[in-house]
C-alpha cells in the first residue's frame, strides 16, 4: 500500500466494515457495451478489464453471459483470468453477470462467473407500473414471487454474492419497493441496487428514494444499498452523489458515461468528485480507485468501443486542461491552483506542453518513443512497441514535429484494433473532375494470400470500400461515418471512426440477447489513423469489418439465426475458422456518405 493510501476494507458480499467506503461497480463492459455501435470483441473486454483492474474498481460486471456465446466466453474468461489475479494488498476484482430473472439466465451467468475468486450475479426485473402493465404483463404478486424464485434459485446453485435490482425504481412506487426488496433480502440477496433506470429523478428526489428505502425496507441494514443512474437529464454524476450521501455504498457508473441513450453515470467524474470533496462535505466518503490510471482507462474504453469523448467532457475531455482565455492563461502562469481544482497528473494525463527533454522526430529511437509512451500511461510489449515504431518512423518521414497526440493516435490504430482476419496491405485512389473515382487495393485474407481488388465509386472514400468490398465479400451496411484533425494543421492526422451492421443475406447473423429490450441486432466500429484521410478511412473500415466477422464467427456455430445466415449464403464467415480462401460469393456493400 502506497504512502497516503487509505486501506481498502476486506471484501465481504453484504457488509462493509469502513462506514465511509464507496464500492465502485463498473458496467463499462455490460450497460455501456449497450450503446449502439459499441460492441466489443473478447479480447477487447478483457484487455479493458485488466485495465479496469488495474485502476481498482471493486467490482466489474463483465457482461449478459446469455446474450450470445461470445458474450458468455468473454465474462467466463475474465472470471478466469482477471477474477484470480490477486495482488500483494489482497485486492481481487469481484466479476459480475448480468441475468434476467428467467432460471436459464440465472445459470448461465453463474456458469460464466464462478470460476472468479469472488463471483457475483446481478439479476433484476422491473418493478415501476408502466413497465409492469406493457412490458412484463405481471401483477406485483407475480414480480415479487419472480424475484425471490430468481434469488433463492441463486442461492441453489452455490451462489452467495447476489445483487438484485428493481428495474426503473425511480418511477416505481415506494412502497412496493420496500415489499419486494425485503422479500429478496429474505431469499439471500446482498446488494440492492437502486436503478434510475429512465435518468427521471432530481438529485434531492433520488436522494431522499435511498434514504426511504434504508429506513423503511425490513432487512436493509444487513446488505449494501447501489446505485444505477442513467444521464437523460445529464443528471446520474449528481443522483450517484447524492445517493452516496445518503447511505448507499455502492455506485454503478462506467468508463466515459457511455451506455444506453444519453448513458450512465461517469465513473471519472463519481470518483474525483468523492476525491476531491468526499472528506469535506460528504463525511468523509472516499473509494479504492487509483486516480492515475484514469486517462490510460478512458483512452482504451474510447478506441475499443468506437465511442467518441467529447472535447468539454468533465474530468478526460480534450479541453478539460486547456486554458485558452487570456485571463485563464494569466492566472495559470502565477498559480494552477487559480484554475485548475485537479491537475492532468493526477488522473494520468502528462501536462502537454511540460518540458520533458526529448523531442521526438524521424531520427528517435525505440527508447525515446519507449520512454514517451510510458509518460502517457502504457507500457508495451516489445512486439507492440516495433508495430507502433514502424508507423513512427513512416509518420516521422512526412510530418515535423511529432505530439504526443500522434503518438496516441498512432498506438491506438495498431493495438487497439480487432483480431486481424483481412488486413490493408496497399491502397491506391485516383479521383478529380475528369472521372469516375477509381480504388485499388491489396489485402490479406484469413489464408494469408494477397489479393487486389477494384472499386468505383462517388467519391474517393466509396470507391475505396468497394474496393474492400470486392475482396472481403461479407454484407454491410455503414451506418455511420466520421473523420476527425487529431492535431491542428495541414500535416495533421485524420482519425476516422465508421460503424457498421450486418446486412443482406447476413442481416439475420447479427442478433443477440439485450438485457432489457428482447433480442436486438448489434452494430460494429472501427477507427484509423493516418495522414492520409482515405488510408485512414480504409483502415477503420477493414477493422469495423474484423470485428463483425469476429463475432458472428463465434455466434454461427450455436445461434439459429447465424445459422440460417449461413444457409443462405454467408459463407464468408465458415472462412475464418477453416482457413480456406476468399468466398467467391456476395456483392458490393456499404457505401460512404462522403
Same mark, same amino acid.
Given at each position: ?29 455490460? /450497460?455501456? @457495451?449497450? *450503446? +449502439?455501435?459499441?460492441?466489443?470483441? %473478447?479480447?477487447? #473486454? ?114 452467495? /454474492?447476489? @445483487?438484485? *435490482? +428493481?428495474?426503473?425504481?425511480?418511477? %416505481?412506487?415506494? #412502497? ?119 486517462? +490510460?482507462?478512458?483512452?482504451?474504453? %474510447? ?292
Amino acid at each position: 500500500m502506497r504512502v497516503g493510501e487509505i486501506r481498502r476494507p476486506e471484501y465481504v458480499p453484504n457488509r462493509i466494515d469502513d462506514p465511509n467506503y464507496v464500492r465502485i461497480f463498473d458496467t463499462t463492459l455490460r /450497460d455501456g @457495451e449497450q *450503446s +449502439p455501435g459499441a460492441t466489443l470483441t %473478447s479480447k477487447e #473486454k478483457l484487455d479493458i478489464a485488466r485495465q479496469l483492474a488495474k485502476l481498482g474498481v471493486d467490482i466489474i460486471e463483465a457482461g449478459f453471459p446469455v446474450a450470445s456465446p461470445d458474450d458468455f466466453e468473454a465474462v467466463r474468461t475474465i472470471a478466469m483470468e482477471v477474477g484470480n489475479d490477486v495482488q500483494p494488498d489482497g485486492y481481487v476484482p469481484v466479476i459480475c453477470g448480468l441475468s434476467r430473472t428467467k432460471f436459464q439466465d440465472l445459470e448461465r451467468a453463474w456458469d460464466a462467473v464462478r470460476h472468479a475468486k469472488r463471483p457475483r450475479v446481478h439479476t433484476f426485473i422491473a418493478t415501476s407500473e408502466i413497465h409492469m402493465k406493457y412490458k412484463l404483463r405481471m401483477s406485483e404478486d407475480e414480480v415479487v414471487e419472480n424475484a425471490v424464485a430468481a434469488v433463492k434459485h441463486l442461492r441453489s446453485l452455490g451462489c452467495n /454474492d447476489i @445483487e438484485f *435490482s +428493481p428495474e426503473d425504481a425511480g418511477r %416505481s412506487n415506494p #412502497k412496493f419497493l420496500y415489499r419486494i426488496l425485503g422479500e429478496v433480502i429474505k431469499a439471500g440477496a446482498t446488494t440492492l441496487n437502486i436503478p434510475d433506470t429512465t435518468g427521471w429523478c432530481l438529485p434531492h428526489e433520488f436522494g431522499e428514494l435511498i434514504a426511504s428505502i434504508r429506513k423503511n425496507t425490513p432487512g436493509a441494514e444487513n446488505v449494501i444499498i447501489s446505485t444505477h443512474c442513467q444521464n437523460d437529464l445529464g443528471l446520474a454524476t449528481a443522483n450517484s452523489l447524492a445517493g452516496a450521501q445518503a447511505g448507499a455504498r455502492q455506485v454503478e457508473c462506467t468508463i466515459n458515461g457511455i451506455g444506453e441513450r444519453a448513458g450512465n453515470a461517469s465513473l471519472e467524474e463519481v470518483v474525483m468528485a468523492i476525491k476531491l470533496r468526499g472528506n469535506e462535505v460528504m463525511k468523509g466518503l472516499h473509494t479504492g480507485i487509483r486516480p492515475v490510471h484514469i486517462y +490510460p482507462t478512458s483512452k482504451m474504453v %474510447s478506441d475499443y468501443s468506437g465511442m467518441i469523448v467529447q472535447p468539454h467532457k468533465a474530468i478526460v475531455g480534450a479541453n478539460a486542461f486547456a486554458h485558452e482565455s487570456g485571463i485563464h492563461q494569466d492566472g495559470m502562469l502565477k498559480n494552477r491552483e487559480t484554475y485548475e481544482i485537479m491537475s492532468p497528473e493526477s488522473i494520468g494525463l502528462p501536462r502537454q506542453e511540460q518540458d520533458r527533454g526529448i523531442v521526438l522526430g524521424k531520427h528517435s529511437g525505440r527508447n525515446a518513443l519507449n520512454s514517451r509512451l510510458r509518460s502517457l500511461g502504457y507500457e508495451l510489449s516489445q512486439t507492440e512497441l516495433d508495430d507502433v515504431f514502424k508507423r513512427f518512423k513512416s509518420l516521422a518521414d512526412k510530418k515535423k514535429g511529432i505530439s504526443d497526440e500522434d503518438i496516441l493516435a498512432l498506438m491506438s490504430d495498431e493495438l487497439h484494433q480487432p483480431k486481424v482476419i483481412w488486413e490493408l496491405l496497399d491502397l491506391q485512389v485516383v479521383c478529380g473532375t475528369m472521372g469516375m473515382p477509381t480504388a485499388t487495393v491489396q489485402m490479406k485474407g484469413p489464408d494469408g494470400i494477397a489479393r487486389i481488388g477494384v472499386g468505383v465509386g462517388t467519391g474517393p472514400v466509396d470507391a475505396a470500400y468497394k474496393a474492400v468490398d470486392s475482396l472481403v465479400r461479407v454484407e454491410a451496411e455503414l451506418s455511420d461515418y466520421s473523420v476527425s484533425s487529431v492535431t491542428q494543421g495541414i500535416e495533421a492526422l485524420a482519425h476516422t471512426r465508421v460503424m457498421i451492421r450486418p446486412s443482406g443475406k447476413m442481416s439475420d447473423a447479427g442478433y443477440s440477447e439485450h438485457a432489457a429490450l428482447g433480442t436486438v441486432q448489434r452494430q460494429f466500429s472501427g477507427s484509423g489513423a493516418n495522414e492520409d484521410i482515405v488510408v485512414a478511412s480504409a483502415r477503420a473500415y477493414v477493422s469495423a469489418l474484423n470485428k463483425m466477422i469476429g463475432w458472428m464467427s463465434v455466434a454461427q456455430k450455436v445461434a439459429p439465426r447465424a445459422a440460417r445466415a449461413t444457409a443462405s449464403g454467408g459463407a464468408a464467415l465458415a472462412s475464418v475458422d477453416n482457413g480456406s480462401s476468399a468466398p467467391s460469393a456476395g456483392k458490393d456493400l456499404a457505401t460512404s456518405s462522403m
